[in-house]
């Protein structure tokens, strides 16, 4: 088993930055996907990037690209998302997600979901 936890969302204004954390613990050698989503209100949970633990493999959704990125902390088990030029079209509850081989945009793909943490972007 895997357990991953979330966290840094909160409120920022647009055009500023907030640095996601998900925190891996458990079974870590199991993973090999990390991919975190997003869930706006009324909306349904959309994907926005995915990395494995080297980096090797990226994949990101068009809203994320150029604005967001993926950094990673092997001793602790963590891996980062770096999001910038923030937008309200942002705010979101942001879904870490890990899965033992490579799943990209594939929810299905993914065994292990972390809580969730929000992201408020304000204009």
């Known amino acids: 088993q895997v357990q991953l936890v979330e966290s840094g969302g909160g409120e920022v204004q647009a055009g500023g930055s907030l640095r996601l954390s998900c925190a891996a613990s458990?079974?870590?050698?199991?993973?090999?996907?990390m991919g975190w989503f997003r869930q706006g209100p009324g909306k349904e949970r959309e994907f926005v990037a995915a990395?494995?633990?080297?980096?090797?493999?990226?994949l990101e959704a068009d809203s994320a690209k150029g604005r967001f990125t993926f950094s990673r902390d092997n001793a602790k088990s963590t891996m980062y998302l770096n999001m910038n030029s923030l937008e309200p079209e942002d705010t979101s509850v942001y879904f870490c997600?890990?899965?033992?081989?490579?799943?990209?945009?594939?929810?299905?793909?993914?065994?292990?979901w972390g809580q969730g943490t929000q992201v408020t972007v304000s204009s």
């Open positions: 997600a890990a899965a033992r081989w490579w799943s990209g945009s594939y929810q299905p793909g993914y065994e292990y």
């Open positions: 458990g079974q870590t050698s199991d993973i090999y996907t």
């Open positions: 990395t494995n633990w080297d980096g090797g493999q990226l």
